[in-house]
């Protein structure tokens, strides 16, 4: 027979054993517990973001200025301190200098070239046949394309005919309508712009003028000394970066701009002031605007020079002219504080296009800058910001970028 004390072990044994068993049930039942909150707060996060480029979309007439005030605020705010504390302006009459300066050399350029441009599309229609005689070496192969669009267009018909006893009707249109309804266009869509061209100026003279005080008084309700830290240097370094990005491309624009201008006046081409503007303007969208210039400086020479070969002259200096620019200059000035991954920056620039057309492509690369600037100062969110690009640091325990700088984008 057992004794006492053997079966005290026993006892104890078993409920030693019993302990483990609840206590792995319950670790199991911890990890099933902590996998569903990652789950659902993954779900919440998705659709979060969803919701915000919902609303961003859909209040596009709203948020786009202030956004477009707040790039232009990055911008000027260097001129807007040197205005205020070097010279001694007040802060509104510095505002309103900046914004009438802005708005003079927006104003100023469009006047003239406005007058250009309309010559150009005037001349249009009259210069197809010209234009059909020197792309006539196309008519092959685009016939060829033409005729296999058809046979798959039959081929579509028959699947989709309608059956016996469906009537189809076709509705005519008059030309009157249709003039009545694009001339109403025009009108809703000048008065939208004007609108928006407002709301931007006159929320970028508050930015402009009391900037500074909202940011301290945003870093003033931060819970925490680490906070109000991480706050004000989340703000300097995007008005640093974001700002010597801008002044930096726009500087380069210029250059380009001027070049494509000393290009056009010394092949001939009419109205050179145009077309150099054209390639400062092209020049802030990344990677799609240079591709595009390629092409209007291609039909801009079938339009003046006699040849499609010689039409082939200034697109290719042009071409010459970007890719000194782009490959060379400015990744040599911003090396040190702008390197973005390539991919991003053309997954950017689409998404803002489809989101809210040209302006968001102009604002594609100062957004995804900023992104990436904060992912760099939540710890949670590093991740995100070495994926999206950085400068090619050496560091301890981290694999340095393979990427080479030439593949950075403006």
Request: charged share 15%.
């Amino acid at each position: 027979m057992a004794t006492i004390g053997q079966v005290a072990e026993r006892v104890d044994d078993t409920e030693l054993e019993t302990r483990e068993l609840v206590d792995a049930r319950g670790a199991v039942q911890d990890a099933k517990r902590s996998r569903n909150l990652n789950t659902l707060s993954v779900c919440l996060l998705v659709l979060t973001i969803l919701a915000v480029f919902y609303t961003l979309y859909f209040t596009s007439d709203i948020v786009l200025p202030f956004v477009l005030a707040g790039v232009l605020n990055l911008l000027l705010s260097g001129p807007m301190r040197f205005l205020h504390l070097r010279l001694h302006i007040p802060k509104p009459l510095a505002a309103l200098m900046l914004i009438i300066a802005l708005f003079g050399v927006v104003g100023g350029i469009g006047a003239a070239i406005s007058v250009p441009a309309s010559g150009w599309i005037s001349k249009a229609p009259q210069s197809l046949p010209a234009l059909q005689q020197k792309l006539s070496f196309l008519n092959k192969p685009i016939h060829a394309v033409e005729d296999g669009m058809k046979k798959l267009q039959s081929l579509m018909d028959q699947t989709s005919a309608p059956g016996p006893g469906i009537r189809t009707v076709a509705v005519q249109q008059s030309n009157n309508s249709g003039l009545t309804s694009v001339g109403s266009t025009i009108l809703v869509g000048t008065r939208a712009f004007l609108g928006q061209l407002f709301s931007m100026l006159l929320m970028l003279f508050f930015l402009l003028y009391e900037g500074d005080s909202l940011l301290r008084r945003f870093v003033e309700i931060m819970p925490t000394w680490a906070d109000k830290r991480r706050a004000v240097q989340i703000a300097s370094e995007i008005e640093r970066n974001v700002s010597l990005y801008l002044a930096t491309i726009t500087v380069m624009n210029l250059l380009v701009g001027a070049l494509n201008f000393l290009q056009c006046w010394l092949l001939g081409v009419p109205n050179p002031l145009l077309w150099g503007v054209v390639a400062f303007l092209l020049n802030y969208i990344p990677i799609i605007g240079p591709f595009t210039g390629i092409v209007v400086y291609f039909f801009v020479g079938l339009f003046v020079f006699p040849s499609a070969l010689h039409a082939l002259v200034p697109p290719a200096i042009y071409f010459g002219i970007h890719l000194m620019e782009g490959e060379t200059i400015t990744p040599l000035l911003l090396a040190k504080r702008f390197t973005l991954n390539p991919v991003l920056v053309m997954a950017s620039l689409l998404f803002w296009d489809w989101l809210w057309g040209i302006p968001g492509a102009f604002l594609s690369v100062p957004l995804l800058a900023v992104f990436k600037i904060v992912c760099d100062h939540v710890e949670s969110l590093t991740m995100i910001g070495h994926i999206v690009g950085g400068p090619q640091t050496k560091k301890k325990g981290r694999i340095r970028s393979a990427l080479p700088f030439s593949s950075s984008v403006k």
